[in-house]
Nanobody
Framework: QLQASGGGLVQAGDSLRLSCTAS????????MGWFRQAPGKERDVVAA????????KYADSVKGRFTITRDNAKNTMYLQMNSLKPEDTAVYYC?????????????????WGQGTLVTVSS
């Protein structure tokens, strides 16, 4: 089970940190990722991280602004979001992959958490 939290309403340029807490599975053995879905759009990958955190991947739209990390001792993954833009507004989902690698393919994920809404006002 995955539980995402930390969403909210912020202004453009602000920062926000999302958390995803895992339970019921050895999530420390698997890659994890953040995805988002804006109103009227498909769900897209935001960032992914390998099982030990040594490898990360980002969507071009968030490179340099977002950072994905994980703390396996706490079974928690984070997404630090800086310099937020109105186009970052979306429901953000965390997910656990079938493999230990950092993967941006949504088909590689088999466990999904509920979303947390991030709204960035201009």
């Amino acid at each position: 089970q995955l539980q995402a939290s930390g969403g909210g309403l912020v202004q453009a340029g602000d920062s926000l940190r999302l958390s995803c807490t895992a339970s019921g599975r050895t999530f420390s053995s698997y890659g994890m990722g953040w995805f988002r879905q804006a109103p009227g759009k498909e769900r897209d990958v935001v960032a992914a991280i390998s099982w030990a955190g040594g490898s990360t991947k980002y969507a071009d739209s968030v490179k340099g602004r977002f950072t994905i990390t994980r703390d396996n001792a706490k079974n928690t993954m984070y997404l630090q979001m800086n310099s937020l833009k109105p186009e970052d507004t979306a429901v953000y989902y965390c997910a656990s992959a079938r493999y230990g690698i950092a993967t941006i393919r949504s088909d590689d994920y088999d466990y999904w958490g509920q979303g947390t809404l991030v709204t960035v006002s201009s």
